[in-house]
């Protein structure tokens, strides 16, 4: 069994400052203080010689090597190797408190710090701050790599748990080759301690947050074993994601759609929608104050806590949502070969723009919808139990969403929605959840994408004729005049080959057509007269069974 490269996870640990004596801080204080003045510096020089220093296609990485050469002498080199006895900008003169390999560590940061903003200016141009403007107070933390400090365990009546931290301040202007060192005293707890068995320390970030309280962050390299292949049905897993109801679940597999599941967070949705009503009110007495010349920094404070309230509250909410859904995948797991598709909701906020007629209370919903955060948490934590979340034989994929709640699963048809949570197909007469037809369509849309798929009876191959290969064309698969946003579904013409997926498709070769019960197809009447009957909107089950919505906790599978 390979072992992977592993993932990288942050524990972040509190300091105990109130336990340091003064002569402790004031070195933190001054060690940080530093690292933030040779960041800058380093940001300036790399601003100063920008056009020297751009490397790549898009001209968006700065060469590593190039700001060495401006920056840093070398006397001691390898063969074929040439001394850079002065550079333009002499940073060990510059800075004679600080080892070399401080400096590279700065530099990395200043390095990554420049590349992200020539990658938003590419993407939004003159609206991305630029480094060496932020005018802020705070630090700029340093990473600390594993060969500059020790996590140590010394059990006192401070700590159990300190930070054993290099401290050349003194030791390198003295030509010292032992550097002295630091002892923080941490504040750890059973949760911090599991989080460090999981793998190995690589690197730290010490820091201050806006209350001025200290942390440490640490990066440790979580180990993970690739899952082998198994002897299981494959299954594939379609995610759609929703604002009401967070998630809509739908499992399938060769025979049929075994289950839906929805994860609706009622709670989440009723206090996210108490503090907008309170941030408006706030918002509007402001406006107030501020037209008629009166103070309002009271009012603008109060914004600024709940601001910060209302986002600790959608945190904490998704991440409960992922961890369901994790547990769900991981039991799933167990009994299929499973494959995990969810929707990209990219552009969505264009929709949201002001003149588009459709109210305030849309864009306020659309642009407090933190759907990437849920897909990268989703991401990260399938990578850290031993998912291949990357190439083409990754089992988790975000893939178009385009058109899914819209299109028909069965026939491609493009159909109606007459209330918000019911499509009907006008073609063949299909009538479902028009969540549980998006998440259809994403995990077909997986199938498609993923090779290995292609031979499974009932999910790859498909038998249709050419006319209803014609019309089941989905309107995502549109061809566009460049590269960029461009699908990364097949662009086959028109008519239907044995390449592509039946579940976008209107056929199936398996003879269950996809049912909701073993023996009964989805094209049975009697879903029909479910669907007229809904007693809980979203909801294909008949009335005496689907007695209540699906909960947060897990959901209820629709039979």
């Not at 009503?277 to 914004?303: F, P, T």
Request: proline share 3%; net charge positive; hydrophobic share 35%.
């Amino acid at each position: 069994m390979a072992r992977s490269q592993g993932v990288i996870i942050a524990v972040k640990v509190p300091i105990k400052w109130e336990s340091m004596t003064k002569r402790t801080q004031q070195r933190l204080r001054q060690i940080v203080g530093r690292d933030t003045r040779v960041i800058r510096a380093f940001l300036g020089v790399i601003q100063q010689h920008e056009e020297q220093l751009l490397r790549g296609k898009n001209r968006d990485r700065i060469g590593d090597g190039g700001v060495d050469h401006l920056t840093m002498t070398a006397l001691k080199v390898r063969n074929g190797r040439q001394q850079r006895p002065s550079v333009p900008h002499d940073f060990k003169a510059k800075f004679p408190r600080m080892s070399q390999n401080e400096l590279i560590e700065c530099r990395q940061i200043a390095v990554a710090m420049y590349e992200s903003y020539l990658k938003l200016r590419r993407k939004r141009w003159r609206k991305a701050s630029h480094p060496c403007e932020i005018t802020s107070s705070r630090k700029i933390p340093r990473w600390v790599f594993s060969q500059r400090f020790r996590l140590i365990e010394h059990p006192t009546s401070i700590a159990c748990w300190w930070l054993d931290l290099r401290d050349s301040l003194d030791s390198v202007p003295q030509g010292r080759i032992r550097h002295d060192r630091l002892l923080i005293p941490l504040k750890t707890s059973p949760f911090h301690l599991a989080q460090f068995q999981r793998g190995a320390v690589k690197a730290l970030q010490i820091f201050t947050d806006r209350m001025r309280k200290w942390w440490v962050t640490f990066a440790v390299r979580v180990d993970v074993n690739e899952s082998s292949s198994t002897d299981l049905p494959p299954a594939v897993l379609g995610i759609d994601l929703g604002i009401k109801k967070a998630v809509c679940s739908t499992l399938v597999t060769p025979e049929k759609v075994r289950e839906t599941l929805f994860f609706a967070q009622k709670d989440k949705v009723g206090q996210l929608k108490r503090y907008d009503d309170l941030v408006a009110k706030l918002q509007n007495e402001k406006a107030i104050r501020q037209n008629n010349g009166m103070s309002h920094d009271m009012l603008a404070g109060r914004l600024r806590e709940l601001r910060t309230k209302r986002e600790n509250i959608a945190r904490e909410y998704d991440r409960v949502l992922v961890r369901q859904l994790l547990d769900y995948i991981v039991q799933l797991s167990e009994k299929y070969t499973l494959y995990v598709s969810i929707g990209r909701l990219k552009n969505i906020r264009n929709t949201a723009r002001k003149g588009n007629w459709k109210g305030r209370r849309f864009r306020r919903m659309i642009h407090s919808w933190a759907f990437s955060r849920i897909t990268e948490s989703l991401k990260h934590n399938l990578a850290q139990i031993g998912w291949v979340v990357k190439g083409k034989n990754a089992r988790f994929r975000v893939v178009p969403e385009n058109w899914t709640s819209i299109m028909c699963w069965k026939c491609g048809s493009k159909g109606t929605r007459p209330r918000q949570n019911l499509f009907v197909c006008p073609r063949c007469g299909h009538k479902t959840n028009a969540d549980r037809n998006g998440a259809i369509n994403i995990a077909g849309r997986l199938i498609m994408l993923t090779e290995s798929l292609h031979d499974v009876r009932g999910l790859g191959k498909w038998a249709i004729s050419a006319q209803a290969g014609r019309d089941s064309r989905l309107k995502a698969r549109r061809k566009r005049t460049s590269s960029k946003g461009k699908s990364s579904l097949s662009s086959k013409g028109q008519t239907s080959g044995l390449g592509e997926s039946a579940a976008v498709h209107c056929a199936q070769s398996s003879l269950l057509d996809f049912g909701d019960d073993v023996g009964e197809s989805d094209k049975d009447l009697a879903v029909v007269r479910t669907v007229e009957k809904f007693s809980v909107a979203g909801s294909d089950a008949p009335v005496l069974r689907q007695e209540k919505e699906a909960r947060t906790a897990g959901g209820i599978p629709s039979r």
